[in-house]
């Protein structure tokens, strides 16, 4: 491992999670942005994405390293990355059904969304912006998390399967803590999910699998948030008139 590698390994595990922790008492808070504002925060939240993710896979090719080993090749399939993939899907499919099957349901996915729900697309100007984060954490987070950080714990840990648990069940961890604006149960479900494209990276050796669904996710998520958060919001504008 490069000097580099250990200065990015330093932003990601300790830089990274203070200030997400710093931020945690406004993510309750409740949050309105203007139409301008969340799209301008897409744009932003992806740019920057976008750099960490060209500057960590430039620091990863200087000493000679190349990016088949960073995950940039095509995936080997078996029947077990088959199931995982089921699992993901069946995880997302059963935590958009609690929070979002029933009226009830709904109202306290409202009451407790803070931050996050101000964040989510309420129409189709916003979610086509949104799509374009969604590609880019889709993309450069799995770069981040799973290529790069994965591979710098294993580093240490050995490539045994006691290392690989351990560093899986670490970086999955680190990356639903850096989602906790969203509420315990989203960051639950994120570390599940993220445990999940975890084995699919390791089975398969490729990036391109989870990129795939990681970026799927988000904008089913942006999707959703389109033709259920936006009710809500009208209903809230009518409530404010009145």
């Not at 960590?56 to 080993?69: A, F, K, N």
């Not at 059904?97 to 029933?102: E, I, S």
């Not at 349901?105 to 969604?134: C, N, V, Y």
């Amino acid at each position: 491992m490069h000097f580099a590698d250990h200065l990015v390994a330093l932003v990601i595990c300790i830089v990274a999670p203070a200030l997400a922790y710093s931020s945690r008492k406004a993510s309750h808070e409740d949050i309105h942005f203007e139409p301008s504002e969340k799209i301008g925060l897409y744009h932003s939240n992806a740019l920057l994405l976008i750099i960490l993710a060209l500057v960590l896979v430039t620091i990863w090719r200087l000493p000679g390293r190349t990016l088949e080993t960073l995950g940039f090749s095509w995936p080997e399939w078996n029947s077990a990355l088959t199931f995982l993939l089921l699992a993901v899907c069946l995880v997302y499919a059963l935590d958009i059904f609690f929070q979002f099957g029933r009226q009830q349901w709904r109202d306290k996915t409202r009451a407790q969304g803070g931050s996050a729900m101000a964040f989510i697309p309420s129409d189709k100007r916003e979610f086509r912006h949104f799509a374009f984060l969604a590609l880019a954490a889709g993309t450069s987070e799995e770069i981040i998390f799973r290529g790069f950080l994965l591979h710098y714990l294993i580093f240490w840990t050995g490539n045994s399967p006691e290392g690989i648990w351990g560093t899986s069940l670490f970086a999955s961890g680190l990356f639903a803590f850096l989602h906790g604006y969203q509420g315990l149960k989203s960051v639950l479900k994120i570390f599940l999910v993220s445990l999940l494209l975890t084995a699919i990276f390791i089975l398969s050796h490729s990036l391109l699998p989870v990129m795939i669904m990681h970026t799927l996710i988000d904008l089913l998520s942006g999707w959703i948030g389109y033709y259920f958060v936006q009710p809500i919001q009208q209903e809230n504008s009518s409530d404010q008139e009145q």
